[in-house]
């Protein structure tokens, strides 16, 4: 009897410490804390607007290159913004606070799409929609450096594996709620209010995940980044020597031209080995996964007449493995290394799009979403360790920056070249070759060091 009671007062405890945030003494717990509370917040947001948004656009008519723009469209601005936006990052020392802002201002694009249809005729619905999406990659260019940076310093490295594990699981089981719950409520609601209340929730539920990301503590960041054009003694002896004409001297020599700020600013990037074989392995990788970003939801609607509520389980299915999926790679990570890690989860995800294509039925969907959310979850942990482990100290923010530039550069070409494939060859038939081509994609993985590189720094160099 006494070991049941033990149980029940470390679960209660265990509850207790994450609703209410009892017994949580340090920084560093109460930070856990409001990071896992965080990512619940978000699994509505998740499970909401950026599930449902283009099966909504599907259902108001648009084509599949229009509805490839929504990844696209946001991916081209996020390629003009994100360098800027990181360096923009780095000159503040509240990363929170301004990661809080940018974040907010992103996600009032939730209600302007919501309101989108009672303004605008459905014709036209799709295009401002797309607009307003892709408009908030600006704020997102800010907001996402600041979030890579700060979350190095939120709790200790030891603890941060089990944490995005432990969050990652968190909001994928919010998500696969909040998805089949949505999609049981848009069969019976009528058309498109019932989207319409699925993004406001979303809206909410953003809001509410900021709440207890701004309760996050972490010291003042200090850039690493000094004067890229330091004026040297030389040119201020001359200017003293020369007075005006000195002075002139010594601006042009100050404010080099163009070509060479550019240059000066790339530099620190080609000069870190680890962070250009991690951009180019996945660059190669993430091409060929954004092609069928605007491919499956018109293949679920057109081609198989999935309704939400199946779209719905689909999702559910999905995430409810992306669960286990976290929890699974999570722990084998340290064991098989990150390189493996990929090589065997990206080879795997090829089989998604396979799955799809070949799926005869609205119930062939639910095998290949588990396939997914299992598979899907070892590309997430690995990615986003080798990047935090290749940017240098002090300029997390450029550098993730700039990671994300090339993320962006993928998700604008790749969504593209997958509609002109479905456009040429049929959506069943454009998702067959785009798994092949991921697996291909897969192989760009080999160029990370191997779990004994890593272990000794050789690979990270």
């Excluded at 799926?359 to 598979?375: D, H, I, K, N, Y």
């Excluded at 997430?380 to 700039?402: N, S, V």
Aim: aromatic content about 12%; glycine content about 8%.
């Amino acid at each position: 009897m006494s070991m049941y009671t033990g149980i029940v007062r470390r679960a209660w405890s265990r509850l207790a410490w994450f609703v209410f945030g009892r017994g949580a003494t340090t920084v560093e717990e109460r930070n856990y804390r409001n990071l896992l509370l965080s990512g619940f917040w978000f699994g509505p947001v998740d499970g909401g607007i950026f599930n449902y948004l283009p099966v909504f656009l599907a259902r108001l008519g648009a084509p599949a290159s229009l509805i490839s723009l929504l990844a696209s469209g946001p991916a081209f601005l996020g390629v003009l913004a994100y360098v800027p936006g990181g360096a923009y990052a780095e000159r503040h020392r509240d990363l929170v606070s301004l990661f809080v802002r940018m974040a907010l201002i992103a996600r009032i694009s939730y209600p302007l799409i919501a309101l989108t249809p009672l303004v605008l005729p459905a014709a036209h619905a799709p295009l401002a929609i797309i607009l307003i999406w892709s408009l908030a990659a600006i704020p997102n260019a800010i907001h996402v450096p600041a979030w890579t940076a700060f979350m190095q310093k939120a709790v200790p490295p030891q603890q941060r594996a089990q944490l995005n594990g432990a969050r990652w699981a968190l909001l994928s089981l919010t998500s696969a709620l909040c998805i089949a719950m949505f999609g049981y409520m848009l069969d019976r609601a009528t058309f498109p209010v019932g989207y319409q209340i699925v993004f406001l929730i979303s809206f909410v539920a953003g809001v509410l995940n900021l709440q207890y990301f701004a309760r996050v503590q972490v010291p003042p960041f200090e850039s690493a980044s000094g004067p890229t054009y330091p004026v040297n003694a030389s040119c201020k002896s001359l200017a003293q020597d020369n007075g005006a004409s000195g002075n002139g001297r010594l601006q042009r020599a100050a404010n080099p031209g163009l070509a060479a700020r550019i240059t000066a600013y790339l530099r620190p990037f080609t000069e870190s080995r680890a962070f250009v074989r991690y951009n180019v392995a996945s660059l190669l990788y993430r091409l060929t996964l954004a092609m069928p970003a605007g491919l499956f939801s018109l293949f679920w609607v057109q081609d198989l007449h999935a309704t939400d509520t199946w779209i719905g389980l689909r999702g559910t299915v999905g995430y409810a493995m992306l669960v286990i999926g976290y929890i699974f790679w999570g722990r084998m990570t340290n064991r098989i290394g990150h390189r493996t890690l990929l090589l065997v989860c990206a080879s795997s995800l090829a089989l998604y799009p396979l799955l799809t294509a070949l799926a005869p039925s609205m119930l062939w969907l639910l095998p290949a979403a588990a396939v997914w959310g299992f598979t899907v979850a070892g590309v997430d942990i690995g990615l986003f360790d080798m990047l935090l482990a290749t940017c240098p100290e002090g300029r997390q923010p450029t550098f993730a920056a700039a990671a994300q530039m090339f993320v962006s550069v993928a998700m604008t070409v790749g969504p593209m070249l997958g509609a002109a494939l479905a456009g040429m060859t049929g959506t069943r038939s454009a998702l067959l070759i785009i798994g092949g081509l991921q697996l291909l994609g897969a192989a760009s993985f080999v160029l990370l060091p191997s779990r004994e590189q890593e272990r000794i720094g050789a690979g990270l160099a």
